[in-house]
């Protein structure tokens, strides 16, 4: 990914992030993406969509490609972005990169559904977000 359109979260890899194999356990790296996947809305603003908590996203789908090993320390960086902004959905991308040498961790995708957690169905993405996710710039743009 090589977008302005970028958000880029630092992630440092924490001891208690390695498995019994001396790695970083697969399932740190969705605990990335979610951390980069929160920094995101924040930058954005999404809690002011929420209409007092009555809607907002929910994770529908996720998944990664692993691509490298990652051992303690090291520090890495989730690179993501909005690759499609559909109606009630909007797929986000995910590059986990190692800092030191710009080689690619993993990489994946998640799909997003904006919802009414009363029903706990799909609604429509409010325009006022919509053009938030598409004005955004990322850090540095």
Same mark, same amino acid.
Request: aromatic letters at 10%; glycine letters at 10%.
């Given at each position: 990914?090589?977008?302005?359109t970028?958000?880029?979260?630092? !992630?440092r890899? +924490?001891?208690?992030?390695?498995?019994?194999?001396?790695?970083?356990?697969?399932?740190? &790296?969705?605990? &990335?993406?979610e951390?980069?996947?929160?920094?995101?809305?924040?930058? !954005?603003?999404?809690?002011?969509?929420?209409?007092?908590? +009555?809607f907002?996203?929910? $994770?529908?789908?996720?998944? $990664?490609?692993f691509?490298?090993?990652?051992?303690?320390?090291?520090e890495l960086?989730?690179?993501?972005?909005?690759a499609?902004?559909?109606?009630?959905?909007f797929?986000?991308?995910?590059? !986990?990169?190692?800092?030191?040498t710009?080689?690619r961790?993993?990489?994946?995708?998640?799909?997003i559904?904006? !919802?009414?957690?009363?029903?706990g169905?799909?609604?429509?993405?409010?325009d006022?977000?919509?053009?938030?996710?598409q004005a955004?710039?990322?850090?540095?743009a």
């Amino acid at each position: 990914m090589t977008d302005t359109t970028l958000h880029r979260e630092p !992630i440092r890899v +924490r001891w208690g992030d390695v498995d019994s194999m001396g790695h970083v356990n697969n399932a740190k &790296y969705f605990t &990335y993406c979610e951390s980069a996947r929160m920094s995101y809305f924040a930058a !954005i603003g999404l809690d002011g969509f929420r209409d007092g908590g +009555r809607f907002g996203p929910a $994770l529908a789908a996720a998944n $990664l490609d692993f691509k490298k090993q990652v051992h303690y320390p090291a520090e890495l960086e989730v690179r993501t972005r909005v690759a499609k902004l559909g109606r009630t959905s909007f797929t986000m991308e995910y590059e !986990i990169v190692d800092v030191a040498t710009e080689e690619r961790a993993a990489a994946g995708s998640g799909v997003i559904v904006w !919802i009414d957690y009363g029903s706990g169905r799909p609604v429509p993405i409010p325009d006022a977000l919509r053009q938030a996710m598409q004005a955004y710039a990322g850090p540095g743009a």
